[in-house]
């Protein structure tokens, strides 16, 4: 899992105003014109404590700690490989780093927004701890490369986590695909009943969806797997570092081969938050019918109570608003994506500020994203189905017009020439006040000479689903096939 909340972040990440709200507030930490740190030789003057304030991510990029040790290992050996550090200095370095991990976990470690962020943080700690040596870590490395290095190991993290939490979901629709097997829905174009389908077939459309989400977060893996350590702060190191090295230390299969490109390039932002998106609006989806389900108006489903919430004032009120709130979540999400994209289009080359901007689009997007996940395969394991109102809506005879259209196809009538005969039949049967259901052999040849004592077949839901036998379509055959293929691969 990725360090998702740690210590006192538990809800920073998510506030995107936090940081900033914190220039103007008076009363608890009042803004003082007092300096604070000093940035080395170059400066005659500390940074403003309003400048402090502005330009920290501390409060967000705390939770890439475990990231920035792990790097910071990797670094420290590569360091002694290329014989910049002894072995003695690398083994001091890295009880340190541990040291600054444990007081981390714990809650010991003390953040401060003078830092400016997690990777200077751990550094200061570092060298209190371990004294001058600690200034030894940063050799051949910049924030640059290092905190493009962290951001990949957490996104790979991450994606695991989400991958999982989609497949949990999947199971959960194939369960219950499974368990509702013999149940034919009517199916909806235009959200008007169109034609019977498969409870299951419908079901299964969303294993579908969420394989390719898969498929793009996998995708989007790929890419990003790629070491940046190493182009430091752009240019590359003057150490005689082995990059190669490093990446088998931290399992990437490969080093990114540009340092310009690297310290600079957030396409792997994007992608993650392009897939994330995609997935946010297939649950958005999911969600919309099941609100439209779950309503009064089509009552085919019923969510647990432990799932839904109550009206403060309308006690009859049972209301969706998990399956509401992933749908409202799913706008957040989309504007995380515009947000990223947004701020790289203006950028040169190379590192830019600006991108600091990346952190918490990208954190909120994997955080909404995995709750949503996990928490809609538990809403779903809770559905129940009602087969009794879903058996009376196909009953409909109008969801059997193409089913007669198609009779008349197959004694030799062109198709156009049949859909306007079952046209005029339905406007009849729209008249007369009658289902298409109930209609007799006379009234069915007072339309077309053609149909003969087997079309009364033709208006049974059964009939109408067992005709759609190709790959892809909603005979039970094809749907069992493919069902027994999902449960062996995901169960
Ligand atoms: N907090 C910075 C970020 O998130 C780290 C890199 C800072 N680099 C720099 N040159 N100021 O992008």
Redesign the pocket.
Known sequence: MPQRRTNNSASQSRSHSKARASLTTTKNSPVSSQPTKLWGGRFKTRTHQLVERFTT?LPF?QRLYPYDIQGSIAHCKTLHHAKVLTRKECQTIIQGLEKVLREIQRGRFEFRNED??I?MSIERRLTQLIGPLGGKLHTGR???DQ?ALDLRLYVREALTTVSSGLRELQKALIVQARRYIHVIMPGYTHLQRAQPVLFAHHVLAYVDMFERDKGRLSDALTRLNVLPLGAGALAGTNYPIDRKFTAKLLDFPAVTTNSLDTVSDRDFVVEVLNACSLLMMHLSRISEEFILWSSQEFQFIEMSDSFCTGSSMMPQKKNPDVAELVRGKTGRVYGHLMSVLTTLKGLPLS?N?D??ED?EPLFDALDTVTDSVTIYAELIKRLKVRQDVMAEAVQSGLLFATELADYLVRKGIPFREAHAIIGNLVGYCTAQKKDLAHITLTELRSHSSRFSKDASALLSPEGAIQRKAQIGGTARIQVEKRLRVLEKRLL
């Open positions: 991510s990029d400016e962020d990777h910049s924030r640059n905190v590192y500020r991108l600091q952190k």
